[in-house]
């Protein structure tokens, strides 16, 4: 039972354009979302965040839009960079603790 | 500097030799995880720790075991691994509901 799921493995952008990645969520209880970023041969490191009181987080080039009707979220990055390709993961956490649940990740590639 | 820190961090083994991946944290954190992460079901929780002693199953347990002694280690152990043991495995902590920080990882091959 995936509660998380990012159904997208891949995504390429050209430089300078907006990277959407997509993220969907089954467990109503989720009420806290992250993102990750992460290189190869690293661990992921914590990007941005998003309570379940909010609609939009914005840090930098980077946004997070929450839509808890329709269990959804996105991340935004704009404009996008080389630098930025990695796998992208997204997580959710319930109020009750502090355990997360990922999703499968999405591979972004920004080509110059 | 903030540290999780993990060892090994590359490891091939046999099947059936007990092995540990050690997890160490500096942040004083309460909450710390192993993940393991597989092409295509990105990161799953095998089993987490609320604080010294208090361990609890993940997602994925089954062929681990873990250990709460002291509150900046937590090693994840392989009693007698199997080849669909083979993974890449990430320590995590987090203090309460802040983000988590994670290891650098540690690549396993089973054979």
């Known amino acids: 039972d995936q509660q998380v799921k990012q159904n997208s493995p891949s995504l390429s952008v050209q430089e300078g354009r907006i990277s959407i990645l997509n993220c969907d969520y089954t467990n109503s209880m989720f009420d806290y979302f992250l993102w990750y970023k992460k290189y190869p041969a690293e661990g992921p490191t914590f990007l941005i965040s998003i309570s379940s009181i909010k609609d939009k987080n914005e840090d930098g080039r980077f946004t997070v839009f929450l839509n808890k009707s329709a269990k959804h979220l996105s991340l935004h990055i704009v404009p996008s960079q080389p630098g930025d390709s990695a796998v992208y993961f997204c997580a959710a956490r319930g109020s009750s603790g502090s355990r997360l649940t990922f999703g499968e990740g999405t591979q972004l590639t920004v080509n110059p | 500097e903030a540290q999780v820190t993990q060892n090994p961090r590359y490891l091939i083994t046999v099947t059936g030799k007990k092995l540990t991946v050690t997890c160490s944290q500096n942040?004083?954190?309460?909450?710390m995880s192993w993940y393991r992460q597989d092409p295509g079901l990105g990161l799953r929780q095998i089993y987490y720790?609320?604080?010294?002693?208090?361990?609890d199953k993940g997602d994925v347990p089954e062929g681990y075991k873990v250990s709460r002694k002291e509150k900046r280690n937590f090693p994840l152990i392989l009693e007698s691994p199997s080849p669909n043991q083979t993974s890449l495995y990430f320590c995590?902590?987090?203090?309460?509901?802040?983000?988590?920080?994670f290891g650098q990882g540690t690549r396993l091959t089973v054979v």
């Open positions: 720790s609320m604080n010294v002693e208090v361990t």
């Open positions: 995590a902590t987090s203090r309460g509901n802040t983000e988590a920080f």
């Open positions: 942040m004083n954190h309460e909450y």
